[in-house]
């Protein structure tokens, strides 16, 4: 019971952990591993694109260039059909820099910037503002919003379906912005109580002499272990996940009804 009664006055102070702090002038930690993870994704793409060969040879260069021809393939060609190339500048930088965040929140000491609302708001706003923008492009601003309405409804309709696509396109912002955060914070969260609980069973063990309270701490090991392997597996699907939706937002807003 000590040490249920330690892990419980101690899984407050784990969320506390997680709330936004200042590190320097007005920078909190979210912002600073954002600026971090920007560097790392503008290094790695300019890295890679200097060490592309006809042949591959570099096995990190092949891997992050099938990475580029997933995102082109699959989101570009596959989701957005014709004239994709010029989305998918857009939709390779959205999807490494989200990759990349996600798994460098992974890394012990580091923190996500995808695990703050305020960052995934700011991904999501350029993603809405995106498809927005050509859509708006594709057809006119007056067309683009005459689009919301599909053409063929019968004439009461059209005010009705009209006002309920608008709700809908504005909720594609908040949506993206939340379930990248959602998934995100409650997987570091989970991953955090497991490792809490680990350490705090093995030190109440060992200072109580009690071998069946430091045994408890296998268990709580062995799920951390687990949920840190299904969390690699969400930091990719939720890169994929935001860039697929962004790819489907941008043909929505430009194909013809």
Known sequence: MDALSTLSAEVPH??????????FGGVTQYILWMVICWIITLVLILVVGRKLTLIPTNKFVNTVE?????????????IIGHGFKKHVPFLATMFFFILISNFVGLIPGCKTPTGTISVTWALATISFVYFNFWGIKAKGGLGYLKSFAPAGLPAPMV????FLELISTVIRW???AVRLYGNMFAGHMVLGIFALASSVFLTCGIQALDPLTG?????????????YALETLVAFLQAYVFTVLSAVY????????
């Open 14 to 23: 784990l969320q506390h952990s997680f709330d936004p702090t200042v590190v």
């Open 66 to 78: 099938y990475g580029y021809q997933f995102v082109r393939n699959d989101m570009g060609e596959g």
């Open 159 to 162: 005010p009705i379906i009209w």
């Open 174 to 176: 908040l949506t993206l």
């Open 215 to 227: 045994v408890l701490s296998l268990p709580w090991f062995l799920l951390l272990v687990a949920m």
């Open 250 to 257: 941008v043909q929505i807003a430009t194909s013809a009804h």
